[in-house]
């Protein structure tokens, strides 16, 4: 895991409100950006190997996947240390690299609702069970996969996009950090 994460506490309403924000405002960034890829090029793999529609799937299959996750440490599972992704990456890859992209950002956006009602809602004193990262190979809390999994991630995702669209710049370092 990249050791730059500003892992937030969510204590308050307002927390909350802010990583939500946040979560929406990264997401249809990503979602706009994708639906000006043309449409001849949405089926040609140019995000490390992987086609626009396979991209996009493997961020609602990720998701799903980090929801579950967080499910079963909410019931008490001991988190279990897979290391799949690599794996599961070419997998979805392959499997999707042809799915509709229209599809793929509905379902995202249908999606979205339950990731907003599991921050908003879920009881502080649970935010602390462990969760395995298998992308990391590391073991968090409640609370730092559900913005490693529905932020940071995407995040990543986006600045890849902007790259291969030649649209990313670096930031700038602000003087008060140099």
């Known amino acids: 895991m990249r050791g730059d994460r500003k892992f937030r ?60 996750a967080i499910q079963l440490a909410l019931l008490g599972t001991p988190p279990l240390r897979i290391q799949l992704l690599g ?10 690299k042809d799915r509709s992209v229209e599809g793929s950002i509905r379902a995202i956006q249908r999606h979205e609702r339950r990731i907003a009602d599991l921050i908003l809602r879920l009881p502080i004193d649970k935010f602390s069970k462990p969760v395995y990262d298998p992308a990391h190979d590391v073991t968090l809390t409640v609370e730092q996969t559900i913005q490693e999994g529905f932020l940071f991630h995407w995040q990543d995702t986006l ?20």
Not at 88 to 94: E, G, K, S, V
Not at 162 to 177: A, K
């Open 9 to 68: 506490f969510l204590d308050g309403d307002r927390d909350r409100l802010e990583l939500l924000a946040d979560v929406r405002r990264v997401r249809h960034t990503l979602v706009t950006l994708a639906e000006t890829v043309p449409a001849d090029r949405r089926y040609e793999p140019r995000y490390a190997g992987a086609t626009l529609a396979a991209l996009l799937a493997q961020l609602h299959l990720s998701d799903q996947m980090t929801l579950a």
């Open 87 to 96: 794996p599961f990456n070419r997998l979805t890859a392959y499997l999707f």
């Open 159 to 178: 600045v890849a996009m902007q790259r291969v669209q030649g649209i990313y710049y670096e930031p700038l370092e602000r003087f008060d950090t140099i």
